[in-house]
């Protein structure tokens, strides 16, 4: 048995949960989200609580499309309650960050500034140094969060670049330390 997948997901007040047929729509104070159920995937409501279930839980695929769509629909509740947020941090000489109308403009180091749309249901704020995204979409987020960072990845040697603000870049040493030796 799917250990995650078993267990019940809460629907908090104020969430209106609606599965009809293969579709599964969760609407909150942030706003609402749909999700398409695979074909052997079944959510039920009991109350304040939802269920997930499999047509053969002892196959392992099904186990595993269990587990899934525990995550998905328990990641639909809670971005519509609360939403995600991701933060991501930019350090070097001379590259900053800044809100665009169309989404943000950035200066990496490159000949020319990079302009950066960010997709519907989106925001980000920059303060300083510091990019945070933030949406009711959990996959949309990280999603847009790897496309910012995949601008300016951060390099060993000096640590410059686009980074999460919890990553942490292992060092090298350049050619001067290897010399020395």
Same mark, same amino acid.
């Given at each position: /048995?799917s250990?995650?997948?078993?267990?019940?997901?809460t629907?908090?007040?104020?969430?209106? &949960?609606? %599965?009809?047929?293969?579709?599964?729509?969760?609407?909150?104070?942030?706003?609402?989200?749909?999700?398409?159920? $695979?074909? $052997?995937?079944?959510?039920?409501?009991?109350?304040?609580?939802?269920?997930?279930?499999?047509? +053969?839980?002892e196959?392992?695929?099904? !186990?595993?499309?269990?587990?899934?769509?525990? !995550?998905?629909? $328990?990641?639909?509740?809670?971005?519509?309650?609360?939403?995600?947020?991701?933060?991501?941090?930019? +350090?070097? %000489?001379? &590259?900053?960050?800044?809100?665009?109308? *169309?989404?943000?403009? /950035?200066?990496?180091? &490159?000949?020319?500034?990079?302009?950066?749309? @960010?997709?519907?249901?989106?925001?980000? #704020?920059?303060?300083? +140094?510091?990019?945070?995204?933030?949406?009711?979409?959990?996959?949309l987020?990280?999603? #847009?969060?790897?496309?910012?960072? !995949? @601008?300016?990845?951060?390099?060993?040697?000096?640590?410059?670049?686009? *980074?999460? %603000?919890?990553?942490?870049?292992? !060092?090298?040493?350049?050619?001067?330390?290897?010399?020395?030796?």
């Amino acid at each position: /048995m799917s250990r995650i997948g078993k267990q019940p997901i809460t629907v908090p007040a104020g969430v209106e &949960f609606v %599965v009809v047929g293969a579709q599964c729509t969760a609407k909150g104070p942030k706003g609402s989200l749909v999700l398409a159920l $695979h074909p $052997h995937v079944s959510v039920t409501r009991e109350g304040d609580e939802l269920r997930v279930t499999v047509q +053969n839980p002892e196959d392992g695929r099904d !186990r595993a499309l269990w587990g899934l769509f525990g !995550r998905l629909v $328990h990641n639909l509740v809670e971005g519509v309650t609360k939403g995600y947020t991701k933060q991501l941090e930019l +350090n070097g %000489v001379g &590259f900053k960050v800044a809100n665009s109308p *169309k989404g943000l403009a /950035m200066s990496l180091g &490159f000949s020319h500034p990079v302009e950066y749309v @960010l997709p519907a249901g989106i925001q980000a #704020t920059v303060e300083k +140094n510091l990019i945070t995204i933030s949406g009711i979409d959990k996959q949309l987020v990280g999603e #847009t969060a790897a496309c910012i960072r !995949r @601008l300016k990845k951060p390099e060993p040697y000096k640590g410059k670049g686009i *980074k999460y %603000v919890d990553e942490v870049i292992r !060092r090298k040493a350049g050619k001067a330390a290897k010399a020395g030796k």
